[in-house]
């Protein structure tokens, strides 16, 4: 079974803090992204590596950064996080194309930003 | 950008009724996929359709991809409780990723 995990279910930052949210997947899939999920905006692309120290930007890319060093690590970077950035944060790899794979995704991480 | 959306936003029904989502994208899709998100869990993969006009059955899931590949729908027949969750559309345009629908809730009241 492939398994996606994430660092934290839930996490509250200050407006202004740096934020890391990890991700790892353990079947060797070349792609991972990042999304983030509101209401009645389903889920939207934050970013996603094709392979690693690879990225490239998804539809809502700003206030973001990633990084990816190892194959099997995804890492979101907020640098200076804001209220707006509270969100469902879902991480997902795919084995190989990332237009026809299938996406797995972690449980999520419930991010507050006060 | 491609955007997929999807209709209704929410649907509540009683247990036994049917229940239908639909998706439509801006662009011509090369294959659709839908995911189910329980409330409180993340989405995982049902299906996908790849053949213009295809249909495929789950069950009492029926799923189906428009003939001008721009749209696709799931049907549930005589819904349960266990059906209760979002579901998400997926598909691939021009571009090189997945585009997400915006969902479609679905709440079953017994």
């Known amino acids: 079974d492939v398994k996606v995990t994430q660092s934290s279910r839930y996490l509250v930052k200050r407006t202004g803090e740096k934020v890391f949210l990890e991700c790892v997947q353990d079947m060797d899939h070349e792609n991972m992204f990042w999304y983030r999920q509101d209401p009645g905006l389903g889920l939207r692309l934050i970013y996603f590596?094709?392979?690693?120290?690879?990225?490239e930007k998804g539809d809502i890319p700003e206030g973001y950064s990633v990084s990816r060093e190892k194959k099997e690590r995804f890492s979101l970077i907020l640098e200076s996080a804001s209220t707006n950035q509270t969100s469902m944060y879902l991480c997902?790899?795919?084995?190989?194309?990332?237009?026809?794979?299938?996406?797995?995704f972690g449980p999520g991480t419930r991010l507050t930003v006060l | 950008g491609q955007q997929v959306m999807q209709i209704p936003q929410y649907q509540h029904v009683q247990e036994g009724e049917d229940f239908t989502t639909y998706c439509n994208s801006s662009t011509t899709l090369s294959n659709i996929q839908w995911y189910k998100q329980r409330p409180g869990g993340h989405p995982v993969f049902l299906i996908q359709l790849v053949k213009s006009g295809e249909v495929k059955k789950q069950k009492r899931l029926t799923f189906q991809f428009g003939e001008a590949k721009k749209n696709s729908s799931l049907h549930i027949t005589a819904t349960q409780t266990t059906d209760v969750g979002t579901y998400f559309c997926a598909g691939a345009g021009g571009g090189n990723k997945l585009t997400f629908g915006t969902g479609t809730q679905l709440k079953v009241e017994l």
């Open positions: 590596s094709y392979d690693v120290k690879m990225k």
């Open positions: 997902a790899s795919s084995p190989r194309d990332p237009r026809t794979d299938t996406q797995y």
